[in-house]
């Protein structure tokens, strides 16, 4: 059985967990209500239906005395969050980093500081949050791209994928993951900020106000731009495909205007800040992702 | 004594209006709270005194039965107020009617539907709020600045300008007063916005963050673009005398995020609406104005 270790104990670390827990030998990190989740285990409701599951749970790197083949990160990509100290905690390094998380450029750290690990570089398509200690709801898709970064998609990567299809979960490789950072850029450096810079507004709010959809798309085609400069050809085509996938799902919270109604703190650098300082670097004006990130910048 | 009607009676109104109370014949118009300022009259608190005032009240301009010779409109600008409608419930057209408002592009619609009357447009540079009802506390300041619209100070303009100096207004004619209009716009449509967006900055927040100063600048950068398009030269050098003038200030919050907090209607067309307005009148592209304007329209 491959030895998995979940770093980041939230919603998107615990369901992809919850989906591999029998088929692997599977270590959680837990730093807070560590033994609340040993007494109770983790709860997963989904479609109506609950499912329990006991990893192993550990509340300290330190304890994780064996090489895992797969590390899988599925914390906030946070200024306040040392991934490269928190990775080097552990006795052995890796054998695969697999980081599930969001934003653009949040690789290269990890990429330079673990050049003895194979790193793949993931993103979840998946509504799931947290309703108490252990307890998650599930509420749609559960997809997962993965891909190694900065490109291809090795033998590990190919088998970790297969085992998460073997599993449930809608899993695919990707040869080019960076540009699929780009495309799911495109939605969340978008209708994330303005969510929070709107008083709190669902999509369908955001989408009625023809001001604020027009802002939307303005957002939007800057990180097609960027993408390109990246080396990355998006079509502005993906404007209006991310307004209308949007419009035929009922009405919900962004995931950062979530974080900001909960008083958590928002993934403004890796969503808005690591594309600004990719512009800067080459000299590309971008007012209106400009404007969201100085305004985010002050809460 | 000249017959002075006041319609807006909020804090700026009333300020005023207790500076000439004295040497006039004056009315003003009271919607809520009429009894209780009949009998209590308007109190005014500034730099630890009291003063109070009983002008004529009526709540209900029908009953305003003669011409004035001023009517100071001092009415937040609002798309739900209709000043047009307010102004013809008179009997009588004013002689003068005086609009001491926020905003740009504000006198159009007045200037047009009274072409009998006299058209002063006036700016009030004045911290002064309400307390409760009828009182108000006065913080600094006091200036203002009138000219006739479009442009000019005829010699009902200067006598109202001699009326206000003669009772400790620091008041000043202006023979362009739709400069005087963008001049000013330069600090609101920067301040004001990015105060709520922010939530809830006050002006020394706003300034010590970096990428915020930064968004200031630009849209006060485009605010002059505007001005300039509109044949009024503004030169840039005002974008850091009004930070360095806001600096020296201690920190306060501005009307717009005063309003916000009240949970009372932001003047956000006449301040950023109307100005886009015109950049779109002209093709002119203002990104950090729109991004604002967009946001703000959603609140």
Redesign the interface.
């Given at each position: 059985m491959k030895k998995i270790l979940v770093i980041g104990s939230g919603a998107i670390g615990c369901f992809f967990a919850s989906k591999i827990a029998d088929k692997t030998d599977l270590t959680m990190l837990w730093r807070n209500d560590y033994q609340h989740v040993i007494d109770h285990g983790i709860k997963i409701i989904s479609d109506c239906k609950e499912t329990i599951f006991f990893p192993k749970i550990i509340n300290n790197l330190k304890d994780y005395q064996e090489q895992c083949d797969y590390a899988i990160i599925a914390t906030k990509v946070l200024p306040s969050i040392n991934l490269t100290a928190i990775i080097k905690e552990l006795k052995y390094p890796p054998k695969n980093i697999v980081l599930i998380q969001n934003g653009i450029h949040i690789e290269k750290e990890i990429y330079k500081n673990f050049p003895q690990c194979s790193l793949i570089s993931a993103l979840a398509f998946i509504a799931v949050s947290k309703v108490s200690c252990g307890v998650f709801e599930h509420f749609a898709y559960g997809r997962l791209t993965l891909g190694n970064f900065p490109s291809g998609a090795n033998q590990d990567c190919l088998d970790l994928i297969a085992l998460f299809k073997a599993n449930n979960v809608e899993a695919k490789a990707s040869e080019k993951i960076e540009e699929d950072r780009w495309k799911k850029l495109v939605w969340n450096a978008s209708f994330n900020p303005?969510s929070v810079?709107?008083?709190g507004?669902d999509t369908k709010?955001?989408l009625d106000?023809k001001?604020?959809k027009?802002?939307l798309q303005?957002i939007m085609k800057e990180i097609i731009e960027l993408a390109c400069q990246d080396g990355y050809n998006l079509s502005n085509d993906l404007i209006n495909k991310n307004i209308e996938d949007t419009l035929v799902m009922r009405p919900y919270k962004t995931s950062m205007l979530l974080d900001y109604e909960a008083n958590r703190p928002m993934e403004v650098e890796a969503i808005v800040g690591n594309a600004l300082n990719f512009a800067k670097s080459k000299s590309i004006s971008t007012?209106?992702l400009?404007?969201?990130?100085?305004?985010l910048?002050?809460?």
């Amino acid at each position: 059985m491959k030895k998995i270790l979940v770093i980041g104990s939230g919603a998107i670390g615990c369901f992809f967990a919850s989906k591999i827990a029998d088929k692997t030998d599977l270590t959680m990190l837990w730093r807070n209500d560590y033994q609340h989740v040993i007494d109770h285990g983790i709860k997963i409701i989904s479609d109506c239906k609950e499912t329990i599951f006991f990893p192993k749970i550990i509340n300290n790197l330190k304890d994780y005395q064996e090489q895992c083949d797969y590390a899988i990160i599925a914390t906030k990509v946070l200024p306040s969050i040392n991934l490269t100290a928190i990775i080097k905690e552990l006795k052995y390094p890796p054998k695969n980093i697999v980081l599930i998380q969001n934003g653009i450029h949040i690789e290269k750290e990890i990429y330079k500081n673990f050049p003895q690990c194979s790193l793949i570089s993931a993103l979840a398509f998946i509504a799931v949050s947290k309703v108490s200690c252990g307890v998650f709801e599930h509420f749609a898709y559960g997809r997962l791209t993965l891909g190694n970064f900065p490109s291809g998609a090795n033998q590990d990567c190919l088998d970790l994928i297969a085992l998460f299809k073997a599993n449930n979960v809608e899993a695919k490789a990707s040869e080019k993951i960076e540009e699929d950072r780009w495309k799911k850029l495109v939605w969340n450096a978008s209708f994330n900020p303005v969510s929070v810079l709107t008083g709190g507004c669902d999509t369908k709010k955001l989408l009625d106000n023809k001001n604020c959809k027009d802002l939307l798309q303005k957002i939007m085609k800057e990180i097609i731009e960027l993408a390109c400069q990246d080396g990355y050809n998006l079509s502005n085509d993906l404007i209006n495909k991310n307004i209308e996938d949007t419009l035929v799902m009922r009405p919900y919270k962004t995931s950062m205007l979530l974080d900001y109604e909960a008083n958590r703190p928002m993934e403004v650098e890796a969503i808005v800040g690591n594309a600004l300082n990719f512009a800067k670097s080459k000299s590309i004006s971008t007012p209106y992702l400009s404007s969201v990130y100085a305004l985010l910048s002050c809460y």
